[in-house]
């Protein structure tokens, strides 16, 4: 059974900085592509940024490019996303997603599992 649960949620301020992080389990497929959404109040859900399973960010939002950066943990299933210059637009539910299968899919419904989601809160 795939699991994910992501960690990090926290309230900060504008300019902050706060990492979340994406641990994995009950995952078999060798390197694969996982990436982070969000889901602000009153806002469709976002695709923040992906990575592939040779460890490539292949896509990351413009309104996050420059600031937040993904780290993967080669050995483990476990994806970091590191947000740096907050902003109070960046406030939202943070989700992991996993791709069990080749590729890395655009849309959260072609990933394969999904985490719990985490509060991140920017004032």
Not at 69 to 82: F, G, I, P, R, S
Not at 86 to 94: F, P, R, S
Not at 96 to 114: E, H, I, K, M, Q
Request: net charge positive.
């Amino acid at each position: 059974h795939v699991q994910l649960v992501e960690s990090g949620r926290g309230s900060v301020q504008a300019e902050g900085s706060l990492r979340l992080s994406c641990v994995g389990s009950g995952i078999t497929y060798r390197g694969p592509c996982m990436g982070w959404f969000r889901q602000a109040p009153g806002k469709e859900r976002e695709r923040v940024a992906t990575m592939d399973g040779y460890g490539q960010t292949v896509y990351t939002a413009p309104s996050v490019k420059g600031r937040f950066t993904l780290v993967k943990d080669k050995d483990k299933n476990v994806l970091y996303l590191q947000m740096n210059s907050l902003k109070v637009e960046d406030t939202a539910i943070y989700y992991c997603a996993v791709r069990l299968n080749s590729g890395c899919p655009v849309r959260w419904a072609d990933f394969t599992a999904w985490g719990q989601g985490t509060q991140v809160t920017v004032s």
